[in-house]
């Protein structure tokens, strides 16, 4: 844990703690899952409700594909010096539906992953500005 | 009703770069098409411009910026913008208009000139653009999404580092054939499994660079064309499809994808729909053609377009390229050009640059990469936020 004041990188999206969760929508009208939260007009079709209940998404989900990346991408991104490669993972969430991507903790490499593998989500300090931790939801191998 | 519109002049301006401005580029494509259709500029009555995001405001109303710098002749104008696929908007924009009796002769420009590096988001603090989001919050970059849909290919099929090195391999051949090519060097398997990775499991010669470079094609009415030429190349099916809900493959420049919860994954998913809208329209199916330009991205991603555009089932794709049937001189040869691997992709002229290799390969004019006997062939790409796009062209 780190004594530097820490605030999520972007607000709203999930939550903290122990367990932590995605933030999505649930469309009142046909139970649609959606993230980011959707907060306008659902995006099914045949669909014509504007009323949405905001849900924690399951934290717990598998793995469709990932890549490790070894060059600092371009700004916006806001990396580390000297920069270290990093893993993005796209990830299923079987109850929802759909796939949600994010960094994988920090230190995990492609190696260490399988497409169908077991991750869950946590939060973990992205990137420092004016000193404060800005934190991000990330995706981490579940202990077997 | 007939829906062939002729493409009676193709043009291109070779692919580098050299950092001079756009229009330079788009004006001299604009001109070899001209000369190549057999009439002046005067005779234009439509200019459709695919735009440019990275040349300020001049980029924007790009079909005015190039009608201005060919000389105001009072033709009217469109521009047209859906990312890579802003070619294939900008050739429909064209076509529609002919087909609906409401001009005889459009001139289709597309030109780019393009920074170094990764290609990064437009400026300024945009928290509700995911295309700003995704660099900012996890560094997702372009080739990030290609790695993804790569290593799915590897866990799913089995297809290996070397299946995607030798889609470089191939194309690297093709390209060096071809003059508007910007690299004309033929790689090795040894060449291209040596360079550096970028994101893994892509290196950096398996990820297509940024170019400049600028394409044109003249679109004409059947009847007009044939005062001009005997046997014109024919535009016979264009697509500009969106996805259908829920779309849950993962889609630049998205983190995260519709949900299936309630309403069932369509039957066709959206890549596959590109491609069949096109054949739908032309009334031709993937048997009928004899060359396929499509969007290599990333080497990877040329294997997945073969399964999209029906040129066999999914996760066949690597027996295909094993089997050489992909090759120039193979069943069905993909990306004669050379492809975005030999080009680099200069976004607004990639399109029209595709439809430009199929008329030269029809008309029987594509020199040492000819594909014998030509007959009929697809273009096949997608632009980011959901822009399908495919082009059927017939002689």
Known sequence: ????????????????????????????????????????????????????KEV??????????????YYKPPAPYIADEPFEPYTIAAVE??????????????????????????VELIVERAYDIDDVEHMMWKWKPVAA | MNKDVAVLGAGMHPWGKWGKNFVEYGIVAA??????????????????GAETVRNGYPGYVSGATFAQALGWSGAAVATSYAACASGATAINAARTRILAGMCDVALVIGADTTPKGFLAPNAGERWDDPDWLRFRLMGCTNPTYFALYARRRMELYGATEEDFAAVK????????????????KEFTMEEVLGSNMVAEPLRLFEICATSDGAACVVLTSMEYARKHSTNPVRVSGVSTVTPKFPSTVIEMPNMSTDSAYSVQVPDVPFRDSIA?????????????MSLAE??????????DW?????????????????????????????NTSGGLASFGEAVPAQAISQVCELVWQLRGQAGDRQVEGAKAGITANQGLFGHGSSVICTR
């Open chain 2, 276 to 288: 069949a809208a096109a054949y739908e329209e032309a009334g031709l199916g993937p048997e009928d």
């Open chain 2, 306 to 334: 073969y399964e999209n555009i029906g040129l066999c089932k999914p996760g066949e794709a690597e027996r295909l390229l094993r089997d050489g049937d992909t090759a120039l001189g193979g069943r069905i040869p993909v």
């Open chain 1, 56 to 69: 924690e998404l399951s934290r717990i989900g598998t793995i469709w594909s990932f890549s490790e990346h």
């Open chain 2, 294 to 303: 499509v969007y290599d991205l990333s080497s990877a991603l040329e294997l």
């Open chain 1, 1 to 52: 844990m780190s004594d530097k004041n820490q605030v999520p990188a972007i607000e709203g999206w999930f939550t903290d703690g122990d367990a932590p969760h995605l933030l999505g929508s649930q469309c009142s009208g046909c139970s649609t899952f959606f993230f980011p939260k959707e907060s306008g007009y659902c995006r099914n079709p045949s669909c014509q409700s504007g009323d949405f």
């Open chain 2, 31 to 48: 001109n070899a098409a001209l000369k190549d259709a057999g009439i002046e500029w005067n005779d234009v009555d439509f200019v459709s």
């Open chain 2, 169 to 184: 391999v191939k194309n690297s051949k093709h390209g060096a054939k071809n003059p508007m090519a910007r690299y004309k």
């Open chain 1, 93 to 118: 969430l079987a109850e929802e539906k759909l796939v949600v991507l994010g960094q994988m903790a920090k230190g995990v490499s492609h190696s260490d992953l399988k497409a169908g593998m077991q």
